[in-house]
């Protein structure tokens, strides 16, 4: 099982038990070609985001004589800091129930998100709550919360350390400021999207507030006016005596596997009385389009000896382009969407076997972030003739420190080195 890591160029130990030159195979290079009796530490060169699965280490002595293969334990690269979305500029007053404020993090490389936290809610009356990729701040504003604007910064931190910082304000206002706010809303794609408008004490006059649509230009995923909403514009009338009223925005039906996408309803005045608080509400269209996956290679009469691809096809693939990574329990590799056909590379020395079932999971990530994900199960089959297997390069992700490295088998003769992983693995 492959382990996640954040550093690029981590170090390994290992003992040999004669001085030689280290041959490097699979992923992982080095600079340092030069071995000594005993223990010996290397630092890999700079390696790429992905999976490294097949690094391996030779020795080979004065005379010629080589070591076993000495395999570097799997792992996955990742130096990727989770993505944010955090709420719009808020606007409260002392004493206000019912605060509900949603999050979103996102960790694409499959490390996971492993921890968020705030700063500036102390006195706020508010806290922090959830996991994965979905948190929440909620709670009743103090009667005696600070009257000012208060910038709250939110930090996802990932399995491996990589962090990633935004911050949005809540301002205070002072008990009995009467404010209209509007508030976040989601709905599936096609149907209608419904904001809710309050007003914290109803009035005997009635209150208008105007109102319009808005690109969410800091989203990780924006949505496109005319293409996923109707963009809008109008006029709310919040009847005397009532506190509360309703904005609805039209959602468009698509065909495309792209995950949920935002934009956003704004408040642009209001007149009547009350004061504008929360003036800006992000509206989530959900997608309801699967991403289906088709693996045209590796079966019957479809793959040559030797042959070093599958060919994936995506169905309702999102148009906006991006990467799309496959794996299985054996084998990674990453590609670039052309057109809703790719060809995707798989790793070297792969035990893809014939005859067994092979379950391929395809994770689709857009320009705005990972959109969907599907699996497939494949029985490989090859052309007459031996198999070969692929030979192309898989990409590594190894722990600084690595993970102990397995013992090489007893040494050849006459008397070849013989490599054994370090007691300890150490960082430079």
């Known amino acids: 099982m492959s382990c996640f890591i954040s550093d690029a160029t981590p170090d390994f130990l290992f003992a040999s038990t004669e001085a030689g030159t ?12 030069a071995v000594v009796a005993g223990d010996n530490r290397v630092t890999f060169d700079t390696l790429a985001e992905g999976e490294y699965a097949n690094c391996e280490i030779t020795v080979t002595d004065a005379v010629g004589n080589v070591s076993e293969e000495l395999d570097v334990p799997d792992s996955t690269v990742d130096t990727t800091a989770p993505t944010l979305e955090v709420p719009t500029a808020q606007t409260v007053v002392q004493g206000q129930s019912g605060i509900s404020l949603d999050i ?59 962090a990633h910082s935004e911050s949005f304000t809540i301002t205070v206002q002072g008990a009995g400021t009467n404010l209209v706010s509007i508030a976040a809303a989601e709905a599936t794609e096609g149907e209608t999207i419904t904001f809710t408008v309050t007003m914290g004490t109803a009035l005997s006059e009635q209150v208008i507030v105007p109102w319009q649509t808005e690109s969410h230009a800091d989203a990780t995923s924006p949505a496109s006016a005319g293409d996923d909403y109707t963009a809008a514009s109008g006029t709310l009338g919040i009847a005397p005596g009532d506190t ?45 389009d699967p991403l289906t996956v088709r693996i045209e290679a590796l079966d019957a009469g479809a793959v ?19 990467t799309v990574s496959l794996s299985n329990t054996d084998t990674s590799a990453t590609a670039t969407i052309d057109d809703d056909e790719l060809l995707v590379s798989v790793a070297a020395g792969a035990p893809v076997d014939e005859g067994r079932e092979h379950l391929f999971t395809v994770r689709l990530r857009t320009p705005g972030g990972e959109a969907a994900t599907a699996d497939e199960a494949v029985t490989v089959a090859w052309r007459t003739g031996t198999p070969t297997r ?33 007691p300890r693995a150490a960082r430079a």
């Open 244 to 288: 509360m009223g309703t904005i609805t925005v039209a959602t468009a039906v698509d065909n495309l596997a792209e995950g949920p996408e935002t934009f956003v309803v704004r408040l642009t005045g209001v007149a009547g009385g009350p004061t504008l608080g929360t003036t800006q509400a992000v509206g989530t269209i959900d997608d309801d």
């Open 304 to 322: 040559a000896e030797g042959d070093e691809s599958l060919i994936v096809t995506l169905t309702d693939a999102s148009t906006d382009k991006g």
């Open 104 to 162: 979103r993090a996102d960790d694409g490389t499959g490390a996971g998100v492993s921890t968020i936290a705030t700063s500036d809610l102390f006195g706020l009356g508010l806290s922090l709550s959830g996991s994965g990729d979905s948190w929440t701040i909620a709670g009743d504003i103090a009667l005696d919360a600070a009257v000012r604007e208060h910038t709250v910064t939110v930090t996802a931190t990932d399995a491996v350390g990589n």
């Open 390 to 422: 692929p030979t192309s390069t898989r990409y590594p992700t190894s722990p600084s420190p690595f993970p102990r490295a397995r013992p090489a088998a007893a040494a050849r003769s006459p008397s070849p080195p013989s490599t054994t992983r370090s």
């Open 22 to 33: 280290i041959t490097y195979s699979g992923g992982c290079t080095s600079s340092t070609t």
